[in-house]
């Protein structure tokens, strides 16, 4: 009969903790790619408004008393530092994606690593058991053929 056990990879539990981790880092790329489109989305909507009210301000439809033009001209200055920080935000944010797609591309090559090594450990267990087998059919064989005379 079969001399070789069934396979077994003796690291099969770190590879699927690898593999979990792999699956949470590409998870949180998805979260910092999700929140750098928010932090993309605020910063154009505020640039528009801003251009919005420039023009506003600039146009000849409307006569503008000092006390709104005050207080128009003090929203605007808060837009474009709005505007700034988006800017500083938005940067930040891309450095963090970065930092996340880092860790993500190591955790994918320390898992493709590991199945790399269980990939060549269940061909070496192939190749054992192959060679278990024709031993054992070369005596089915040999035994039958002796009786035979």
């Known amino acids: 009969m079969s001399r070789v056990g069934r396979f077994r990879f003796s690291l099969e539990t770190v590879l699927k903790v690898r593999g979990l981790r792999e699956e949470q880092a590409r998870w949180e790329v998805a979260q910092a ?12 909507q505020t640039r528009d408004l801003r251009i919005r009210l420039a023009a506003d301000l600039q146009g000849k439809e409307r006569e503008w008393t000092p006390q709104e033009f005050s207080i128009l ?12 920080g ?4 938005v940067e930040q944010q891309k450095a963090v994606v970065q930092m996340k797609m880092e860790a ?3 955790r994918y090559q320390e898992r ?28 089915i064989v040999i035994g039958r053929f002796k009786n035979s005379f």
Request: zero cysteines; aromatic letters at 6%.
């Open 33 to 44: 790619q999700k929140e750098l489109e928010k932090l993309r989305q605020a910063l154009e």
């Open 112 to 139: 493709r690593l590991l199945e790399q090594l269980r990939e060549k450990q269940f061909a070496q267990y192939r190749r054992e058991l192959l060679k278990v087998m024709e031993k054992e059919t070369e005596d």
């Open 73 to 84: 001209k003090t929203y605007l200055e808060h837009l474009k530092t709005a505007v700034e």
């Open 104 to 106: 993500l591309k190591q």
């Open 86 to 89: 988006f800017k500083h935000q």
